[in-house]
């Protein structure tokens, strides 16, 4: 029997991924040692292979088939857009994608006019702007701390992840549109998923069971 190979996402979504699959019997408890730099994982009785990827990586690793299944948030699969089946959604680390920026700028999203949009996801920004506003913007791509763009004056706006609200409260900005709901999916790499369907569709049956 060959390995099935899952990817991670890492940060705060691996925590709650590894739990839900402990809740299945699928444990690796090799993985929770937190001081450990190793990066692959290996269950030996029920042949699975585990790791931990930057999160924009994970669809990467599936559709290579690199990794059979992974688990990474919606925000992620949107951007990339990446050959792959979307299967299951967790509904863990549940936020939305959202336009926020100082109240002035509402204005600017009324009119339609020619604004910089600063984000970590300029595909989503861009389809968003481009394909279901049309409206033409220029978009920034950052890498974090994306609220700092409009206090600074680098962009009216930015398209980011909204979950409590507090990063936007504190820097005095507030969502100005709501682009999508976002939480942890489940993908797999479409040769896999004929390959291997019996034990992938096993797998996720019984994740269906306990969320
Ligand atoms: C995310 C996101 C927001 C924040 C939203 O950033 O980009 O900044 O969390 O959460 P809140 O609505 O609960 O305040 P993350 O902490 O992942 O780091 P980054 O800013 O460096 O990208």
Known sequence: MRYITFAL???????KAMGLLEQ??????????????????VNEELKLKFFLAKASDVPTYVEYGAADIGVVGKDTILEEGRKLYEV?????????????????????LLHHERIRVASKYPNIAKDYF?????????????????????IVGLSEVI?????????????????????????????????????????????????????
């Open 24 to 41: 299945i019997g699928i444990t690796c408890e090799e993985m929770k040692d937190e001081n450990s730099r190793k990066l692959i994982f």
């Open 9 to 15: 996402a890492k940060g705060r979504l691996a925590k």
């Open 88 to 108: 299951m959604d967790l509904g863990i680390g549940k936020c939305r994608m959202c336009v926020a920026g100082p109240a002035e700028a509402k204005e600017y």
């Open 159 to 211: 398209v980011d992840i909204v979950e409590t609200g507090t990063t936007l409260k504190e820097n005095g900005l507030e969502v100005l549109e709501e682009i999508c709901p976002l939480s942890a999916r489940v993908v797999v790499n479409q040769v896999s998923m004929k390959m291997e369907n019996e034990r992938i569709s096993r797998i996720i049956q019984e994740l269906r069971k306990v969320i």
């Open 130 to 150: 481009y394909n279901k506003k049309h409206q033409t913007v220029e978009i920034i791509k950052l890498n974090g701390s994306v609220e700092l763009a409009p």
